[in-house]
């Protein structure tokens, strides 16, 4: 297999369980986008106020700065959801061994064990199954 086709492969199964990490993509990026919302609302108030108090003819293009902010909120959101993509997957691909492993298990193969990646999510939990599953093994 060539490098360009394990990396084709590496992107295929990035998403390795659709339904639980689009959960936790909508669920960061929802959250994202009504703080920036949110955020652009405040300097949009506070740039009117601030010119309103002082009267000061507005000499900000209020219509351009908005535009402005609005293609940050897009970027800012379109960030947060590669993020949270990354971040699902790191959960998830363990999510899918410990499946794999319970799977070989309660159909008899009770050598198998869970093998994570040195940075994934719960290879502290692994390492106790492992442990736990050799204990049982060896009584």
């Known amino acids: ?8 492969r590496k992107l295929k199964n990035f998403i390795i369980n659709r339904s ?5 993509v909508a669920w960061i990026a929802t959250v994202m986008l009504g703080l920036s919302v949110s955020f652009v609302t405040v300097v949009m108030t506070w ?7 002082l009267n ?26 590669l993020f949270a993509v990354v971040l699902s997957h790191k959960t998830a691909g363990p999510m899918f061994k410990f499946q794999q492993v319970f799977t070989a298990i309660k ?13 994934d999510d719960f290879v502290e939990v692994a390492d106790e199954f492992n442990a ?3 204990k049982i093994l060896t009584k």
Request: glycine share 4%; net charge positive.
């Open 132 to 134: 736990m599953m050799d």
């Open 107 to 119: 159909n008899g193969d009770h050598a198998k064990r869970i093998v994570l990646r040195p940075g």
């Open 1 to 8: 297999m060539s490098q360009e086709q394990k990396n084709q």
């Open 56 to 81: 000061f003819p507005m000499v900000v293009d209020l219509q351009g700065l908005f535009w402005n902010l609005v293609v940050v909120v897009i970027l800012f959101v379109v960030m947060s959801v």
């Open 20 to 24: 639980y990490q689009m959960k936790q």
């Open 47 to 53: 740039i009117r106020a601030i010119f309103q108090e």
